[in-house]
T-cell receptor, first 115, second 117 residues
Framework: EPEVTQTPSHQVTQMGQEVILRCVPI?????FYWYRQILGQKVEFLVS????????KSEIFDDQFSVERPDGSNFTLKIRSTKLEDSAMYFC?????????????FGSGTQLSVL | AQKITQTQPGMFVQEKEAVTLDCTYD???????LFWYKQPSSGEMIFLIY??????QNATEGRYSLNFQKARKSANLVISASQLGDSAMYFC??????????????FGKGTTLSVSS
């Protein structure tokens, strides 16, 4: 079964450094998403992306965050200057279409630790 | 305001018993979809079941069923014949909007289910 792939599985960085989290969504999917989950807590929406632009973002997704689809397969989340509170599991997800019925397929996540 | 409320932080059940995980939601949009996801200790998010706001019947997928009570805005997940492998965190989630354009999928805080033998 096709799956969403995320790399790396773990990333450790120093506060203030830039990080890029990478995702390869399912190939025929058109909608892409980033979520984050602070240890053991709820899964929080960050941003959705369609047709090479952001379609929706949460208040968490401030100017420190950006997303990009640099080629036909990758979808990236960049955090410009990491803070301690950015430590979390980051999930990429994709869906075939964007309607209310569409289920999201999630990757296995990237655990980001900011020291 | 919380759109999805899961009031049970933890639930315990014996193997082979049924268990109900509660979920209530808040929306003024008549078109929405409700989802349940399972997150085992390995961390991945696994889709379990979907219920649309206009669906006349409660959704079922194998041992999972959704007790959808629209007037009460509740969408409880029922797991029949619990298995040890059902031990996990369970998240209720909702998307509003049309079949063509939905909002972001928003999650509740989750319920941890522990199944014992």
């Amino acid at each position: 079964e096709p799956e969403v792939t995320q790399t790396p599985s773990h990333q450790v960085t120093q506060m203030g450094q830039e990080v890029i989290l990478r995702c390869v969504p399912i190939s025929n999917h058109l909608y892409f998403y980033w979520y984050r989950q602070i240890l053991g807590q709820k899964v929080e929406f960050l941003v959705s992306f369609y047709n090479n632009e952001i379609s929706e973002k949460s208040e968490i997704f401030d100017d420190q965050f950006s997303v990009e689809r640099p080629d036909g397969s990758n979808f990236t989340l960049k955090i410009r200057s990491t803070k301690l509170e950015d430590s979390a599991m980051y999930f990429c997800a994709s869906s075939e279409l964007g309607g209310r019925r569409e289920k999201l397929f999630f990757g296995s996540g990237t655990q980001l630790s900011v020291l | 305001a919380q759109k999805i409320t899961q009031t049970q932080p933890g639930m315990f059940v014996q193997e082979k018993e049924a268990v109900t995980l509660d979920c209530t939601y808040d929306t003024s949009d008549p078109s929405y979809g409700l989802f349940w996801y399972k997150q085992p200790s390995s961390g991945e998010m696994i889709f379990l079941i979907y219920q649309g706001s206009y669906d006349q019947q409660n959704a079922t997928e194998g041992r999972y069923s959704l007790n959808f009570q629209k007037a009460r805005k509740s969408a409880n997940l029922v797991i029949s014949a619990s298995q040890l492998g059902d031990s996990a965190m369970y998240f209720c989630a909702m998307r509003e909007g049309t079949n063509q354009a939905g909002t972001a999928l928003i999650f509740g805080k989750g319920t941890t289910l522990s199944v014992s033998s």
